[in-house]
T-cell receptor, first 115, second 110 residues
Framework: DAGVTQSPTHLIKTRGQQVTLRCSPK?????VSWYQQALGQGPQFIFQ???????QRGNFPDRFSGHQFPNYSSELNVNALLLGDSALYLC??????????????FGQGTRLTVV | GQSLEQPSEVTAVEGAIVQINCTYQ??????LSWYQQHDGGAPTFLSY????GLEETGRFSSFLSRSDSYGYLLLQELQMKDSASYFC???????????FGPGTRLSVLP
């Protein structure tokens, strides 16, 4: 049973460029959440997708956008990259209907470096 | 909104017991969770408390006091592999996303 998989594992981009990160949820999960984790800090919630719609969004600018596909996989897109976007981007999957008392399963993350 | 506070660092020796505290502020409470993250790794779920009291899972225990908006993670019989960052987390306003604390870096010394 595959867990949450993310690609790529590492990425280096130049300021102003655009990047797409990918996530496949744990088998049987239908909800994908994205988090940004700066070095030495806790993960910060970006947004969440369920039934191919953005259901909730954290305090991130519109440069951050996403998509969920019919197979529940998801993409995170970041436009006009800034140096401050350098971070570990984590994907977490869960089941929508099981409610808030369930654990989230995280992928290993994508380490994005903006130079 | 939600906010959480944790000590930034804790150091202990192998075989010892360590307690990592967490205080939180949240408008709606759905329970307190704890996650472990090794350097370069994914956060992994350790425990969840919805009600007051102590939950025990092997060497790890977690405690919650809702009246004090306070919880802690207790790690017993520390091992070198327990060196990691530990995050407490609460659910966001709509109960679906997590809001994480800043993390406590635990260093276990031989």
């Amino acid at each position: 049973d595959a867990g949450v998989t993310q690609s790529p594992t590492h990425l280096i981009k130049t300021r102003g460029q655009q990047v797409t990160l990918r996530c496949s949820p744990k088998s049987g999960h239908d909800t994908v959440s994205w988090y940004q984790q700066a070095l030495g800090q806790g993960p910060q919630f970006i947004f969440q997708y369920y039934e191919e719609e953005e259901r909730q969004r954290g305090n991130f600018p519109d440069r951050f956008s996403g998509h969920q596909f019919p197979n529940y996989s998801s993409e995170l897109n970041v436009n006009a990259l800034l140096l401050g976007d350098s971070a570990l981007y984590l994907c977490a999957s869960s089941l929508w209907l099981t409610g808030p008392n369930t654990e989230a399963f995280f992928g290993q993350g994508t380490r994005l470096t903006v130079v | 909104g939600q906010s959480l506070e944790q000590p930034s660092e804790v150091t202990a020796v192998e075989g010892a017991i360590v307690q990592i505290n967490c205080t939180y502020q949240t408008s709606g409470f759905y329970g307190l969770s704890w996650y472990q993250q090794h350097d370069g790794g994914a956060p992994t779920f350790l425990s969840y408390n919805a009600l007051d009291g102590l939950e025990e899972t092997g060497r790890f225990s977690s405690f919650l006091s809702r009246s004090d908006s306070y919880g802690y993670l207790l790690l017993q019989e520390l091992q070198m592999k327990d060196s990691a960052s530990y995050f407490c987390a609460v659910r966001g306003d709509y109960g679906q996303n997590f809001v994480f604390g800043p993390g406590t870096r635990l260093s276990v010394l031989p």
